[in-house]
């Protein structure tokens, strides 16, 4: 039952972080695709170059917040702007203060540790383990 408890705190990990980072990933996604100037111009972000080079992430995070002041770039991709301003309200709810993102934590691995035994709970009820 302990490898049950590991994959399920997994999952619920997954799922917790998914939410804030689901904007970020379609604003890479759609910038990947979509305009390779930009991709070339700020970056390339792929994941590899933003863990070696931290000013690539300042770069993407320049295109995030400053699209929709390039009225070119809204003309041309509405959806692309529509995600980093989506992102934009993600990143302005983080907490900025450090015993605030403690908090946040805080708050993320109660909510893992909840999930994962009430999940698991819900599990051995059901196949009957005890």
Known sequence: MGLLYIVVAALVMCLLLAVPVFP????WKRLKANHPDLWTAKGPFEVRDMAAHPERIRGFLDIVALADKDETLMSRDPELIKWTRFAREVWRMTPRA????IGYLLVLVYFVVFFTSSI???????????
């Not at 970020?24 to 604003?27: A, N, R, T």
């Not at 450090?98 to 993102?101: I, K, M, Y």
């Not at 698991?120 to 005890?130: E, F, L």
């Open 24 to 27: 970020f990933w379609k604003v």
């Open 98 to 101: 450090l015993l605030g993102r």
């Open 120 to 130: 698991v709970g819900a599990i051995k009820t059901v196949i009957g383990a005890q």
